[in-house]
């Protein structure tokens, strides 16, 4: 795939893809895939879990798409996609070796110093999983700043479940605690069955302590802050990530913009008493 891109640094350049080779591609389920990237110059991408970039397929499009991973010293970094249109169909395609184009990052993302020395749970619904990655991996690095970690993650079927092969080392080498559920009754699951509230009742949590950190579908989000406030949280303590379709990426095309906020921008991670206000136009 032939691409010629501009590696410079004005502010213009926020609109420039920078050549990016994938350098692993990893399949997770039917619908989801992950890649590793890396840009041509080795650079690190400079990002905080929970940001995302837009990656551009030539001759095809552009999509945002959440970063997945921590930093790390490769100066690597992870993206998970579900195959849907265009673009995502081409990320899908991609077999390895080939350039691609990166803007970003884009967004605020978590705020891992102030997160320091609070408890954490981690709520992921299906896809929701795949910025909170990026969370997990950067807690387990830095293990002593944080408390006691919880992990809620709840997904359709056993067959979606996503990065089966490393939820064991979260457990283990980042000792956190992680409770799976699947929606439904499975012949291929014996574990926890039911939405991923009821995994609610049997938590032991610090309200006073303990940030929540929500990602999931918009149906999921009304039913977890409402368990989470039952469990004592401050709306301040509860913190979500809000997708939104987008173009530009920086705050420019209004294609995110919900009331005075720019998703892509102010966002897309807020507290709850950040967007409670709003959450009828969410
Ligand atoms: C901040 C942010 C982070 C994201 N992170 C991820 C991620 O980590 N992994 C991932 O797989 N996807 C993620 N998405 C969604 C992803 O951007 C869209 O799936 C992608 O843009 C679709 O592009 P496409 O060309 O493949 O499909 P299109 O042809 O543009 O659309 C295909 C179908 O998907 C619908 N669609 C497009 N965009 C969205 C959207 N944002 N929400 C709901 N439906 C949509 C369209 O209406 C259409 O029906 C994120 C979106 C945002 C805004
Ligand atoms: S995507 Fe253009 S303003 Fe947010």
């Given at each position: 795939m032939a691409l010629e891109l501009c590696q410079c640094e004005r502010e213009?350049?926020?609109y420039v893809p920078r050549p990016t080779r994938v350098t692993r591609v990893k399949p997770q389920t039917t619908l989801e895939t992950m890649i590793t990237l890396q840009f041509l110059d080795g650079a690190d991408l400079g990002h905080r879990p929970g940001q995302f970039v837009q990656v551009f397929i030539p001759a095809i499009g552009e999509a945002p798409i959440s970063i997945c991973s921590a930093p790390n010293p490769e100066n690597t970094f992870d993206l998970c996609v579900r195959k849907l249109g265009d673009v995502t169909s081409a990320i899908h395609r991609l077999q390895g070796g080939e350039v691609i184009g990166i803007r970003g990052p884009f967004g605020n993302g978590f705020d891992m110093e102030a997160l320091q020395g609070h408890d954490l749970l981690i709520v992921g619904g299906g896809i929701g999983l795949v910025p909170l990655r990026g969370v997990i991996q950067y807690v387990a690095q830095h293990?002593?700043?944080?408390?006691e970690v919880t992990i809620l993650y709840g997904f359709k079927?056993?067959?979606?479940?996503?990065f089966r092969d490393e939820l064991d080392s979260w457990v283990t080498e980042g000792q956190m605690d992680l409770r799976l559920t699947v929606d439904r009754p499975h012949p291929d699951w014996s574990g926890h069955v039911g939405?991923?509230?009821?995994?609610?009742?049997d938590l032991k949590l610090n309200p006073q302590r303990t940030k929540a950190l929500v990602v999931g579908p918009p149906i999921m989000y009304q039913f977890v802050i409402t368990e989470c406030r039952l469990k004592g949280l401050a709306d301040d303590n509860i913190i979500l990530s809000l997708e939104r379709r987008m173009?530009?990426?920086?705050?420019?095309?209004?294609?995110?913009?919900i009331n005075n906020k720019y998703v892509c921008m102010d966002g897309p991670v807020f507290t709850f008493s950040e967007v409670k206000h709003m959450w009828e136009a969410i």
């Amino acid at each position: 795939m032939a691409l010629e891109l501009c590696q410079c640094e004005r502010e213009s350049d926020l609109y420039v893809p920078r050549p990016t080779r994938v350098t692993r591609v990893k399949p997770q389920t039917t619908l989801e895939t992950m890649i590793t990237l890396q840009f041509l110059d080795g650079a690190d991408l400079g990002h905080r879990p929970g940001q995302f970039v837009q990656v551009f397929i030539p001759a095809i499009g552009e999509a945002p798409i959440s970063i997945c991973s921590a930093p790390n010293p490769e100066n690597t970094f992870d993206l998970c996609v579900r195959k849907l249109g265009d673009v995502t169909s081409a990320i899908h395609r991609l077999q390895g070796g080939e350039v691609i184009g990166i803007r970003g990052p884009f967004g605020n993302g978590f705020d891992m110093e102030a997160l320091q020395g609070h408890d954490l749970l981690i709520v992921g619904g299906g896809i929701g999983l795949v910025p909170l990655r990026g969370v997990i991996q950067y807690v387990a690095q830095h293990r002593e700043d944080y408390g006691e970690v919880t992990i809620l993650y709840g997904f359709k079927t056993p067959a979606e479940q996503l990065f089966r092969d490393e939820l064991d080392s979260w457990v283990t080498e980042g000792q956190m605690d992680l409770r799976l559920t699947v929606d439904r009754p499975h012949p291929d699951w014996s574990g926890h069955v039911g939405v991923i509230t009821t995994l609610f009742p049997d938590l032991k949590l610090n309200p006073q302590r303990t940030k929540a950190l929500v990602v999931g579908p918009p149906i999921m989000y009304q039913f977890v802050i409402t368990e989470c406030r039952l469990k004592g949280l401050a709306d301040d303590n509860i913190i979500l990530s809000l997708e939104r379709r987008m173009r530009c990426g920086v705050g420019k095309c209004g294609h995110c913009q919900i009331n005075n906020k720019y998703v892509c921008m102010d966002g897309p991670v807020f507290t709850f008493s950040e967007v409670k206000h709003m959450w009828e136009a969410i």
